[in-house]
C-alpha cells in the first residue's frame, strides 16, 4: 500500500469552491485502479494549504495508470483553476501501524 | 479529529535502529490522552525522509499535554539520536473522506 500525499496551495476565497469540486471529483479517484480511499485535510498551522491523501495498492496505480488516465484529466479541469501554487506530490509506504 | 505529521530525516545508515526505537516508543503514544494511533511511513522520493502519523482528538492533546508530558521525553530520549534535521512537525484536520 502507497499513500499518496499532494499538497495543494488554494487561492485566498476559493477554499469552499475547492472542497466542492474535490468532493465532485471523489468517483474518479474511487473508480481507478488500486484506488483504495480518498481524504482531504486542511493544514492548521497554513490557511489555503490543503493535504490530499490517496491510498493506492502500488505506486504505479498513481503514477502510471491515474495519471495517464482520463480521470486525471477531469481531476485536474476540476480543481486546478483555484490553485494558487502547483501542487506538491510525494508517496510513502507504511513501516510501522499501530 | 487531528492528524499530526512529522517529518523526521533520519541519518543515513541508521533508519533501522530509528524504526526500532519508533516500535520501542509506541506504547508513549497510545498511553496519552487523546492519542488514536500512531503510523510510521517512509517517503518513496527522498531516503532517510520519515513521516510519523499521529491521530488525537484535538489539537491540544499533542501541543499541550503530549508535549508537556513525560512520555514526550522519552520519545524524544528515544528517536532523536537517529535525526539528521530538526523535525518538522504540522497539523491537519480532515476536511472530506471517501
Redesign the interface.
Known sequence: M??E?AELTIAPGQEGAF?AA??QA?PL??GSRGCK??????????PGL??LLVDWDT?EDHTVHFRGSEAFAQWRALVSPHFAAAPAV?????????
Do not use: K, N, P, Q
Open positions: 502507497i499513500l500525499t472542497e474535490v468532493r471523489v479517484f474511487l480511499g480518498v481524504r482531504l485535510h486542511r493544514v492548521v498551522e497554513t490543503y493535504r505506486l510525494t508517496h510513502s509506504e507504511e513501516a510501522m501501524s499501530a
